[in-house]
């Protein structure tokens, strides 16, 4: 290589190391200020931190005061808490209490109830049972009045028919023969059918039953019986064959109107029954019946129709 070539590669070279120490040295240049401008920034942020640190010293050293503080406070609250706490629970244990005698009292009201509802109810039905008594004794006062009214007339009826009978009595005792008499007179008064009644309108039968006791034997024997029926003035009832007879009463001779008549085989002892079918119905009122004999009155009752 001649010297001139090797003139021209080290001129070259040198241009290339020229240039490439021009560019660093810009590269530097901007390096540095970059690094100054960097060193400011960070000597602000710097100065930033440091007042920074200074104010959270501050803000710390603050905090430590309140929290002291609170942590006083804190410890006081739980003394306190704990207080709220035990009274909490003396009150739960009070409201406890409370509700249970309230339960109690509930169920002490609930039994009330019931028993003053039982009660009402009582008061209503003795009420009801009341009222109904009272109209039941208005009832019973109206039907006493009338009972009243009827057992007077029944006393005044009873009493007249005592009467009757005394007389009835007077006269058997006065006309019948001492020895040879009926007793035990029963009367019934039949309807239609085969049953009892008092009443005129229903009356289609009488059946007159008697005794006959401890007869003489002078007066045994067959003998005409005669049923004659009567009202309590001595008139014959209405008949419509009635038997017309003579008998011998006290030794007079009587004429009588029989609605009956049997020859009946006179004994020591015996009952005897006549029954007459009526052949008009009867009035209301007092009738007699009497038994006779040839030889006298045997005996007498009265009965009375309604």
Not at 23 to 29: R, T, Y
Not at 84 to 111: C, F, H, P
Not at 180 to 200: L, W
């Amino acid at each position: 290589m001649n010297a001139k070539n090797v003139l021209a590669v080290v001129a070259v070279v040198l241009a290339l190391l020229l240039g490439y120490t021009a560019w660093w040295g810009n590269g530097l240049k901007g390096e540095k200020a970059g690094l100054i401008e960097k060193n400011e920034r960070l000597s602000t942020e710097m100065s930033e931190l440091v007042d920074l640190k200074a104010d959270l010293e501050t803000e710390v050293d603050s905090l430590q005061i309140a929290y002291e503080d609170l942590s006083f406070k804190n410890d006081s609250l739980q003394g306190n808490l704990s207080d709220a706490l035990a009274r909490v629970s003396r009150r739960d244990a009070k409201i406890k209490k409370i509700q249970t005698a309230n339960k109690n009292v509930e169920n002490e009201l609930g039994s009330l109830r019931g028993q003053i509802q039982t009660l009402l109810n009582t008061k209503a039905l003795l009420e009801s049972n009341i009222s109904a008594l009272q109209a039941q004794n208005d009832s019973l006062r109206a039907r006493t009045g009338v009972l009243e009214a009827n057992l007077e007339t029944a006393s005044q009826e009873n009493q007249a028919l005592t009467q009757l009978n005394e007389t009835i009595q007077g006269e058997v005792s006065r006309l019948t023969l001492a020895n040879f008499k009926a007793s035990a007179f029963r009367v019934e008064i039949e309807r239609k059918k085969p049953k009892v009644t008092t009443k005129s309108r229903k009356a289609r039968k009488i059946q007159v039953s008697f005794d006959l006791t401890n007869v003489p034997t002078e007066y045994q024997g067959l003998r005409p019986l005669y049923l004659v029926i009567t009202d309590d003035k001595a008139t014959p009832v209405q008949m419509e064959t009635p038997i017309k007879a003579q008998v011998s009463v006290n030794g007079q001779a009587t004429d009588i109107l029989a609605a009956e008549a049997k020859d009946i085989n006179i004994t020591d002892s015996q009952r005897l029954t006549f029954g007459h079918e009526l052949a008009n119905k009867l009035k209301a009122g007092y009738y007699r019946v009497a038994v006779y004999t040839d030889i006298g009155l045997l005996g007498a009752t009265s009965f009375r129709l309604r």
